[in-house]
């Protein structure tokens, strides 16, 4: 089953979004003329719609604003799993996600729209998933993201390739960069499939969630196979794990709600130890952990 935020009301999202924007403040993020103060505008509209009762505006304005509701649910998310924590360069990682194209549909299509701000919200959803169950998490560092645990160190590298021609030369990549940082720490590559599965960042129909995990866990599973990821994890000498993510806005009779759905692959025995350690980490994204020993 893949984890969920669900959403009650405008109301409570928009509350919850307000105590995001004064964190990032707090950090140094000014917010003012940013993506992030247009989200809270678009955000009152529906809270507006959503008093008047008017289901048929109310609709309209979820499909329009699907992009919106999806970028306030990722950084929502990266407050509740960072806040009222100690991570060294948060405050300059939160400054970078501010910019960059309202749309996540537009990174590529918009005249020098820039794909940086939304692949460091995606280290910081990776990092925030790992420091809610206490591991100790640097994003000051060359690589994407640096934690331990237990006297273990971990170095993550994070990608979002937008097309499956990309994904075998992504994967390598990441996990050249983070072999070449450290030769004492354990690789670890973070790979959102996204963009490539939803590249228009339709919102799904979803009212039974196990449906939609099924449905997440088989685009998953279909994509890393077409990228000869077996093959490539058994050349990597070195003790390598691989997480993928597709997080998507779903939508039930009611409301809409946004789903995430992780799977973690190991390429040898230890990096299978390496895999269970991550345990805790995996049971606080998905209630089932999804853990393959190519």
Known sequence: MPHLSAISSFEEIYEQF?????????????LAATRVATYQKILAELVVAQRADNVTLLRAKQTQYVDVLFEISELNFIYRGLARRYIPGLEQKLQAIRSGPHKRSDEKSSSGASTHPRNTAFELVVAANFARNNFEVDVSRSEDIRMSSRGYTYTVECKRPYARNQLGRRIDEAFRQAAGRDETSGCIAAIDLSAIWNPTSNMIDGANPDLIGQRLVAAINELYLACDLVKRLHNWRRAVCIFFRISTMARDAAMPYYAQQW????????????????????????????FIAP
């Open 263 to 290: 799977i973690g692959i190991a390429n040898s025995q230890h990096a299978v130890s390496l895999a269970d350690s991550f345990a805790s980490f995996n049971r606080s994204i998905n209630e089932a952990p999804n």
């Open 18 to 30: 307000a105590l995001t924007n004064e964190w990032m403040a707090s950090n140094g993020a000014s």
